[in-house]
């Protein structure tokens, strides 16, 4: 029973991928995520449903449009592969605890995803993503059997608390901003999701791959200088700490 489940999780983690590029491409542009139909950013020609096939389209077209052929993003299947390993996750270590928790973790996991490459791309992360996480925040402080709501209560205060404060020691020191505001709602909301216990492996996480990527980004640009988005490390940090923050924590006070 629980294959057909892992099946059917995994087929649809698919298909919300494929809703998810339509995401990050259409909300930084201030376009409707309903209309005009599917259709090539360079050519506009509409696509063909045979056209929107998650993976297997962009594999069979040779990673370009079917009309004038230009090249295709590698980002579109990237999005599709990763929103379905992240949801299958999902399902494997959460669907035996709560099965509403399992979907809420699913929804997030997605929106962390949307938020991660709309960041990286635009340096911006729209609120409307932050409401939503907010609202997983909430389902998982009522569903979740093992941290209960309290943690999760005190963890929205944590995570949003130790932005805030890397916030206002970058306008001390560097008399601007440092870290976008964006970045603290975006913590605090996922302290919400996490638990104060797991955020702070989140943050830990976050901060150690920001440092690595902003280093290289650094190191790679022409000045050494310039705007680096950090929504993207502290999204993969949430993510690992949603599946692996319990086990470090347990980990952590075994030590003691």
């Known amino acids: 029973m629980m294959a057909i489940v892992y099946i059917f999780v995994a087929i649809l983690g698919l298909c919300v991928g494929s809703f998810l590029n339509v995401l990050i491409y259409r909300v930084p542009n201030q376009m409707s995520i309903i209309k005009p139909d599917s259709h090539c950013p360079n050519c506009k020609k509409k696509l063909k449903w045979w056209h929107n096939i998650p ?22 299947i990237m999005v599709e592969i990763l929103n379905m390993v992240l949801w299958l996750g999902c ?22 995803i949307t938020i991660a490459f709309i960041d990286f791309e635009h ?6 993503f932050q409401i939503a996480l907010l609202i997983v925040g909430i389902l998982c402080a009522i569903f979740d059997p093992v941290w209960g709501w309290a943690s999760h209560v005190i963890g929205l205060f944590v995570g949003g608390g130790v932005l805030l404060l890397f916030y206002g020691l970058g306008f001390l020191l560097y008399k601007k901003e440092a870290l976008g ?20 492996v989140a943050l830990f996480f976050g901060a150690i791959l920001g440092a690595i990527g902003c280093l290289i980004m650094r190191a790679i640009s022409k000045d050494g200088k310039g ?15 949603m599946f692996f923050g319990a086990d470090i924590v347990a980990i952590y006070l075994g030590l003691f």
């Open 181 to 200: 505001f964006g970045d603290v709602k975006l913590m605090a909301v996922c302290g919400l999701i996490l638990g104060w216990q797991s955020v702070l």
């Open 123 to 128: 340096k911006y992360i729209p609120d409307r």
């Open 55 to 76: 993976v297997l389209s962009w594999l069979c077209l040779g990673g370009r449009c079917a009309y004038c052929r230009t090249p295709i993003s590698p980002r579109y």
């Open 227 to 241: 705007e680096y988005a950090f929504a993207p490390y502290l999204a993969l940090g949430v993510i690992l700490a």
């Open 91 to 112: 399902a494997l270590v959460f669907w035996k605890i709560n099965i509403v928790l399992a979907i809420s973790m699913m929804i997030g996991c997605s929106i962390l």
